[in-house]
């Protein structure tokens, strides 16, 4: 089945002076390698990228002589050439015109047509002659008329490579080097005034196409092969002929608007269906297959054959919401509308269905039987059985009992015959004519049901709150969200449409596709697959189509976009948001993709050849450092291959491009700056990127680009950016800067370690000050105290036979008391007995003295070799007094018989024991007003030394006294000489 051809088949995009284009009068269209579009207008040349146009006037092409532009050719070389309305002619290099030289004899005059043809270049003029341009210098072409001529000169180099010339006294080829008369002036049969009867040509498959007058030939070998009366009645000239890469002739007339002829018929674009002016200047289809109209006054225009058709015309019939479409066994479709009730197509003509009082059709389906199914708003069930051929006119219908005027949202007929029922408030099904209400079974509260699929024997059941599925022996909910659509893929999964995206359920697991992978973020209203694997969703801002495959793949996690692209009203969809009813968008028997929309049905071919594919390749166009332009592409065609900023905090900013005409607002970039963040930024349809406050180094910049399918270019565009250090920031500065610290730091070091030492020189000068004070302290006691002490009591000894005997006696034992301390606070002060050996040797000297004293058996245990430890005077001299106190205590309270002192190094501490075995004590036991436990203690904790003491009533006493000496790893064991017991 075919559709209806004519105007609706091609879709028009407009841009004028509002768009940025300069000029609305377009006389020329050109494409350079690069994909730009070139425009010439009266105010000069225009660069177009499908988004932006750069106009070229004269402040941007010095050397061009005249703005006005009549024509614009890319060479064989890719080079643009550029030819003025007053004659004048040259080429674009690297942002300047060329222009070439006429030659003396010949006058500059207006070009009428320009081609190339074997590596020259035919000028035709405007009063007739023609030129030719070979190596940079024109010459006359002097056999090309054997008369002169004074009308315009049309040129044309077909494909077969064969050069034609029209003028008003026929039609001309050039062949073996001559020019030969193909047709007259009388085979021609021109029908107006000479100076508007040019002939202009066209290629076509095997042969040529000429417009004369009101007439239409095609040419192959020289023979009129077809002569077709040109559409307009009324004596309009045609401006442009143009034929495009299928074949299509396309004939612009001044006045007339645009012609499409066709092997079916003519179809004729003005401003009354869509063309911004009637006034066709020229015409052009780029690479992409996009046809391009300059106009008089309408700015230009893309003209692209609509993916997507309207079935049938808009009109009030028609242009209804579409909630449901179906093929029936003979390929016609029907179509369930709002409003409009049952409307048939049998691909000629549409009818709308008489003869019962329906007009809200939601879901309509048809049987393997050929019998029709229809539910609605407030209608229940309708079931339809065709009577005899004439199916419009007579039909048998009846209700379907039990759901009599229940609001219907979806119908399903299943393999085994079985009439499933979605309603707005349940589900029901009917086997063997009997209903079965499965809404309580289910446990549906307030949900209505939106969609039906069967997946071998289980049934999924989506609602607006979730997804059910009915397996043999059980259901279950699997899904909270609400399922607008459901399909049953062949790789045993089932995908719901959602609200936002869609949800795959595969072998027990569910997954949502996330936003930014490529499929729609928007609601999917209706799922189906075509015959060569491609998934189309319907939507509520077009058509979606992908790869099920890719999606599947996606889903699993194995990539992290599809490939895709989203059908709008570029693309013919005058209606955006798709039906949301169930069966919605189906593919015909043939072949035939149909989308029914909130305003129409549309209908598209999956087999129709795929979109172009080029992806588009990055361009920088411009360069920016803070407000001044550092390069651009327009004056500088080779392209930035690095820019520099200067020091200081700068603002660069870089425009980028990448040309897709098809779909240029769809085009996506991304890039990334290597040296200061190497993931790529994701810039949308943006085609700006700014950095702010670089450090001083050198970045690479990589821009790439991506077609709306999400294909993105394999090789970015790229340049460097230097941003040059300020005076401190340079690696010499900064080397200098590291010497000089480096000096400073070994000068303050210096001076450092210089006050250190004579800090250390001072205090050991103090020390050694202290020491010789105490030295001299000590010898001066000793000498002179000592002495007197000494003869105190050698006088109290002679004087002890007088009659003061007694009284002397206590004095000379006062006075070796004297003595005995002064040699005690001696010992201690003295420096020179600071050491651990010396106390060993001092305090067994003393316990075997005083034992001496008593008649006290004594035993003194210390080891032969101490290591050296300095012991200061004050701990000495406290040391000192405890054993001193105890060995009184031991005469006074022990009746001890004997006493054993041990003294000995345990790690980093002085262990010392004194025992005796005498009667002992309780040490828990209150004793009287004496306090000398409290002051063994208190001396100790003065030196964070501790005292255990061990007693018991009849055990005897041991008291342990531990003090921690400082460590000197020089220190050397000494003897502290012979000790006896």
Known sequence: MTGLAGEDDFAFRVWDVGDGLPQNTVHAIAQTEDGYLWLGTDLGITRFDGVRFLNFGRDRLPGLPNKAIAHLHVDRQQRLWIITQDGHLGWLDKGKFKEVTWPDEIAVSPIWSFTEH????????????????????????????????????????DHSG???????????????????????????????PPQRATPLLANTRGGVWVAAGNRLRKITQGMIQEDLALPWGTPQATRTLFSDRSGRLWI????????????????????????????????????????????????????????????????????????????????????????????????????????????????LIVDPSGIGWIGGEGIGVWKITPDGEDRIARFGHEILAGVEGENVRCLHRDRRGHLWVGMDDGLAVFKEGQRHLLTAWLGMENEGVTSIAEDGPNVWVGTTRGLFLIEPDRQRRLFDQPVFCLFVGPKEDVWAGLSRGVCRFHQGKTTVLASGSGFPDITIKSLLADAKGDL??????????????????????????????????????????????????????????????RRGLFRTEPEMEAEDATIPEPRIEEVWIDDTKSWDLAAD????????????????????????????????????????????????????????????????????????????????????????????????????LALLLLGLGALLTQRVAMIRLRRQQFELEKVQAIARERTRIAEDMHDDLGARLTRIALIGEMAQSGAEEERIREMTGSAREAAASMDELVWAVNPKNDSLSRLASYLSGYVLEFCDTLAM??????????????????????????????????????????????????????????????????????????????????????????????????????????????????????????LGG
């Open 252 to 363: 612009g007339a001044e006045g007339a608007g645009l012609h499409a002829f066709e092997p079916d018929g003519v179809s004729t674009f003005n401003m009354d269906n869509g063309l911004p002016s009637n006034h066709v200047l020229t015409l052009f289809e780029d690479r992409e297959g996009n046809l391009w109209a300059g106009t008089d006054g309408g700015g230009l225009v893309r003209i692209r054959e609509r993916r997507f058709k309207r079935v049938g015309p808009v009109e009030p019939l028609l242009n209804v919401p579409i909630n449901s479409v179906v093929e029936d066994l003979t390929h016609d479709v029907w179509m369930a509308t709002a409003g409009n009730g049952l409307i048939h197509w049998d691909g000629y003509r549409f009818h709308q269905v008489k003869g019962f009082e329906v007009t809200d059709i939601r879901s």
């Open 637 to 736: 065609a080779s392209g930035p291959h690095a820019v520099t900023a200067p020091p200081g905090p700068r603002r660069i900013s870089v425009g980028y491009t990448g040309i897709h005409l098809r779909a240029p607002e769809k085009v996506r970039f991304r890039y990334r700056l290597r040296g200061f963040r190497e993931e790529w930024t994701e810039a949308g349809g943006r085609r700006m990127a700014e950095f702010q406050g670089l450090d001083p180094g050198r970045y690479e910049l990589e821009i790439a680009a991506a077609t709306h399918r999400g294909d993105w270019s394999e090789r970015p565009a790229r340049f460097s950016i230097l941003v040059q250090p300020h005076v401190w920031q340079t690696w010499w500065f900064k080397a200098l």
């Open 536 to 597: 189309w969703a319907g939507t509520e801002r077009g058509v979606f189509r992908c790869a099920y495959d890719d999606l599947v793949r996606l889903a699993e996690g194995q990539i992290d976009r599809v490939p895709s692209v989203l059908y709008d009203e570029e693309d013919g969809l005058t209606s955006l948001e798709c039906s949301g009813y169930q069966p919605g968008s189906f593919i015909s028997e043939l072949g035939t993709l149909y989308v029914p929309t």
């Open 162 to 192: 064969v050069l034609w010339a029209g003028t008003v006294e026929g039609l001309r080829r050039h062949d073996q080097g001559k020019w030969q008369t193909a047709l007259t002036e009388s085979e021609i049969a021109f029908a107006f």
């Open 857 to 978: 058996p004594c035993q003194v245990d210390v080891p032969p070799i101490l290591p050296e430890r300095e012991v200061t005077g004050k701990l000495r001299h406290h040391l000192f007094l405890l054993v001193k106190e105890l060995l009184n205590n031991v005469a006074k309270h022990a009746s001890a018989k004997m006493v054993r002192f041990s003294l000995e190094m345990v790690d980093a501490e002085l262990w010392m024991r004194l025992e005796d075995d005498g009667r002992g004590f309780d040490p828990k036991a209150k004793r009287g007003a004496g306090n000398g436990l409290e002051h063994l203690h208190s001396r100790l904790r003065e030196f964070q030394g501790e005292a255990t003491i061990r007693s018991a009533d009849g055990g005897g006493t041991s008291v342990e006294i531990r003090v921690p000496l400082p460590h000197d790893d020089n220190s050397e064991p000494r003897h502290p000489g012979q």
């Open 118 to 157: 074997e590596e020259r270049f035919y000028l035709g003029l405007t009063k007739g002659g023609m030129l030719v341009l070979e190596d940079g210098h024109l010459r006359g072409e002097s056999d090309f008329l054997e008369t002169a001529v004074s009308h315009p000169l049309n040129l044309w180099a």
